[in-house]
Structure formats: C-alpha cells, structure tokens
C-alpha cells in the first residue's frame, strides 16, 4: 500500500490489487491504522466488490427488523417450510374420507388446529371432503346426547328484521328428543317457556307466554300460527343435531344439482375471544331445496362446536343470525322435560 494512505493530511489514494498479496497487505495496513482512519477507507472501498478479506473487517450486520431484507438462509427454510405444509395439505387431501374425519377431530381435540395460522387452517379445512364434515358435526352431536346453551335468535318474520332478538335458555336431549327453553328477560318475549317431548306428542308443544298472560299454559302445533309468529324454525329445529342434518342435506341437494358440496368460502374470525371457524356455501335456491341462498356456519376451533349460524335469501336480506354461547354437556333427569317441575312457571 502507497505510504501516503496512513495520513488524514494528504489526499487520500486507494488502488486494490488482483492478487491475493494486495489484499493481506491491505487487511494488514487496516489492522494498523486508527478507528477514524479505518472508517475513512471503508468508505472509499464502498463501489468495490465485497471480498473476504473486506467482509471480515466489516461491522456485524444490525438485529433483523421488519423492514429488513430476508436473508438467503430463512428465504430458503421459508421456502422449504411452505413446500411441506403443501405437501400436509395435499396429503389430508388424498386420504379417504374416514381418515379425514379422524385427522379433523384429532386436532380439534389437541388444539392443534387451533395454534395454527389463519391461512394455514383455510389450506387445511379446503382439503377435506363435504362428507368429512358432515360426519364430524354428527359424530360431535352424538358426543353431546344431553346438553344446554344460551342462544341469541335475531330472525326476519313476514319479511320484517325483528327489533329485539330472542334469547334464550336451553335444555336438549337428543335421543328422544326432547327440548325445554324459557325466553330470558334481556330479550323478546321474556319469561316464556315452553317443553317438547317426541315420545309424548311428536306434533306438539306445551307452553305459555310470557307477560301477564303467562299463567296460561297450552299445548299448540309445533308449526302452528302461533310458533311461525315468533319464529321460521320449530321447536324441533332448537338442537345441533338438527345442523349436522342441515349440512347433510344440503350436500345432498348439491350433489344432486351437480355441484359441489364444498363451502364456497372457508375463512377465521375472532369473536369475543373466541376463535371461529366460518364455513359459506352459496346455494342455487333457497327453502326447502336448501338451507337458505347463501349460509354460514361458525365453529369453535377449540371445541369444535357450532357457534353460530346465518342466512341469507336470494336479494341478499339476512333472514337469521343465531350464536349458540356457555354450551355444557348435562346429564338430565325425567323431570327436565315434565311441566310438573316446580322451577318451572307451567
């Protein structure tokens, strides 16, 4: 190296060499040089291409933020990750249906599902077939024979958006089955009740009002006047067994159109603090070929349980949203369903 490039008072040169000799001479006079000096050269190295003997004399490069580029070695394990979650996804995708079921249940039950990425869920739920599905919310039905839930009912009535939604609270066994709901007061018809029992009288339901008409109690069609004034859904259609059929049924009804049963829209949504998992199809018709135009189904992602409900029809009005809330397996009694218990205002 000239002599002249250890003073700050002289012009300073720097010419690199090709050989390997013009760079241990100039990683030597850098050693030598003071702190200022060496940053002085740095900078006037700054258009030549980095060389091993530069790049060990260079700072550590700054802790990765946001904004900084990634670097080979993670773009390249990014890379490697994405390909092996494809391959997962291509693999659930191949398995039969039986082993799909199990594979949804089991990482529902872990919480496996749930710690995953929302994109990483959709890629996953897409690759299971609609018969998977339908067998999971009924093998999850069946798991639950006798439950209660509170349930907020928002529906449209002769095409009118009810002002104050239902709530409600239920008791459900399912096999008979055999329903009990008493209306809460922070919704509409307060202090109503009514109990259903298929062995007893399968078309009907004892029940009464709430208000000061609620000392009267009456048996009245599941599908009477007086229940479609409240309601589009019967007493019958209160359980999460009826969903699993809906599911069911519709698929059917896709397949049979030549289409297929796979939501058309798979997406992950926090509500409350709860992850849920919303499946939407879009129907070619409405009632009673399919559940509604357009619906979707909300499920827990911890528990796999349904949430949540709603419908649209074919002008694109919402005609339901129900949210299913504090769901707890129960173990009842006779005297659940008997309009002689004394908790109860029969």
């Excluded at 007893?200 to 609620?214: C, Q, T």
Aim: hydrophobic share 40%.
């Amino acid at each position: 190296m000239p002599r002249h490039s250890a003073s700050l008072g002289r012009r300073q040169v720097c010419r690199v060499g090709h050989g390997a000799r013009d760079l241990g001479r100039m990683a030597l006079t850098l050693a030598l040089m003071p702190t200022a000096l060496v940053a002085g050269v740095v900078c006037a190295l700054g258009t030549v291409a980095a060389s091993p003997a530069v790049a060990q004399t260079s700072a550590a490069p700054p802790a990765a933020s946001a904004t900084s580029a990634e670097s080979p070695v993670s773009a390249s394990a990014n890379v490697a990750g994405a390909a092996s979650a494809d391959a997962d996804v291509a693999k659930l995708a191949a398995l039969p249906v039986a082993a799909q079921t199990q594979w949804l249940s089991r990482t529902i039950k872990t919480g496996e599902l749930a710690k995953m990425r929302d994109d990483q869920i959709v890629a996953y739920v897409q690759a299971i077939a609609p018969d998977a599905l339908v067998r999971f919310l009924k093998a999850e039905s069946a798991a639950l024979p006798e439950y209660q839930y509170e349930l907020t009912r928002h529906e449209r009535i002769n095409d009118q958006w009810q002002t104050t939604p239902d709530r409600m609270l239920v008791k459900i066994r399912e096999n008979p089955l055999q329903v009990y709901a008493k209306w809460l007061p922070d919704g509409a018809h307060a202090g109503q009740e009514i109990l259903y029992d298929e062995t007893k009288r399968p078309k009907e339901m004892y029940g009464h009002l709430g208000g000061i008409l609620g000392f009267t109690s009456i048996w009245s069609s599941i599908d009477g006047t007086l229940a479609r004034s409240q309601s589009n859904h019967t007493v019958r259609d209160l359980g999460f067994g009826f969903i699993a059929e809906q599911i069911a049924h519709d698929g059917r009804s896709f397949r049979a159109a030549g289409l297929s049963g796979k939501p058309a829209k798979i997406s992950v949504s926090e509500v409350n603090g709860v992850r849920l998992l919303a499946l939407e199809w879009n129907a070619p018709s409405g009632p009673p070929q399919h559940y509604a135009n357009k619906s979707r189904l909300l499920l827990d992602l911890k528990t796999g349980r349904p949430r949540g409900i709603e419908a649209w029809d074919a002008s694109g009005q919402k005609t339901e949203e129900m949210r299913f809330e504090k769901v707890r397996k129960e173990q009842w009694t006779d005297a659940t369903f008997d309009p002689k218990n004394p908790d109860y205002k029969f």
